[in-house]
């Protein structure tokens, strides 16, 4: 379980591919402190640190998270929002994120606000009923408040400090992102479904 609070950025360094899954050597400030076995969110995308080596670490991805990410477009040099898991005495200072990836969005504008930035994200019209006005998404990772809500597009506003500490600042127009809905709509919507 994760908040959507980004601790640092990695870097993609190398890339291989074994049958369906692809290996990331990830280089990361916080590398020193990962343990074999650790969660972490990349991009908000859970992954299992299997080696550290000085600044560096590795995770793999299998098929089904390829498939349902932006994980197979990650290249050397590309940069990574990451987030250790919650721990039981944390802060929630964001929401909670499974990071467990619905589906992935794109990004369809970036409105400079004098200071903040407004970006607009258009997503798939099927999960519509999870997402509401001033509602928790998780875009790669990052807790954020959808706004202008429509059936198949939402709106977010960005603070310096997170342009700044995340990879917000890197995306381009048309580039895909991940994208995670708040767990109590998914669980609210499971139950409507089920009458």
């Given at each position: 379980?994760?908040?959507?609070?980004?601790?640092?950025?990695?870097?993609?360094?190398?890339?291989?591919?074994?049958?369906?899954?692809?290996?990331?050597?990830?280089?990361?400030?916080?590398?020193?402190?990962?343990?074999?076995?650790?969660s972490i969110?990349h991009?908000?995308v859970?992954l299992?640190?299997?080696?550290?080596?000085?600044d560096?670490?590795?995770?793999?991805?299998?098929?089904?998270?390829l498939?349902?990410?932006?994980?197979?477009?990650?290249?050397?040099?590309?940069?990574?929002?990451?987030?250790?898991?919650?721990?039981?005495?944390?802060?929630?200072?964001?929401?909670?994120?499974?990071?467990?990836?619905d589906?992935?969005?794109?990004?369809?504008k970036?409105d400079?606000?004098?200071?903040?930035?407004?970006?607009?994200?258009?997503?798939?019209?099927?999960?519509?009923?999870?997402?509401?006005?001033?509602?928790?998404?998780?875009?790669?990772?990052?807790?954020?408040?959808?706004?202008?809500?429509?059936?198949?597009?939402?709106?977010?506003?960005v603070?310096p400090?997170t342009?700044?500490?995340t990879?917000?600042?890197?995306?381009k127009?048309?580039?895909?992102?991940?994208?995670?809905?708040?767990?109590?709509?998914?669980?609210?919507?499971?139950?409507?479904?089920?009458?």
């Amino acid at each position: 379980m994760f908040t959507g609070i980004i601790e640092a950025l990695g870097k993609v360094k190398e890339i291989s591919t074994q049958g369906t899954n692809k290996t990331f050597w990830i280089q990361s400030p916080l590398s020193h402190e990962f343990k074999v076995d650790q969660s972490i969110a990349h991009n908000g995308v859970c992954l299992t640190v299997e080696e550290v080596s000085g600044d560096h670490y590795r995770v793999t991805a299998v098929g089904e998270t390829l498939r349902k990410t932006t994980l197979n477009h990650w290249q050397p040099g590309f940069l990574i929002n990451l987030e250790r898991s919650l721990l039981p005495s944390s802060r929630l200072d964001g929401h909670f994120v499974q990071g467990h990836v619905d589906t992935t969005g794109i990004l369809e504008k970036i409105d400079p606000k004098d200071g903040s930035w407004e970006l607009a994200f258009s997503f798939p019209r099927s999960f519509a009923p999870l997402l509401i006005e001033k509602g928790s998404i998780s875009v790669n990772g990052i807790s954020l408040t959808a706004f202008k809500v429509k059936k198949s597009s939402f709106r977010v506003a960005v603070i310096p400090y997170t342009w700044k500490h995340t990879n917000l600042h890197e995306l381009k127009q048309k580039e895909g992102v991940n994208l995670e809905f708040d767990i109590l709509g998914k669980y609210i919507q499971r139950s409507k479904d089920l009458n």
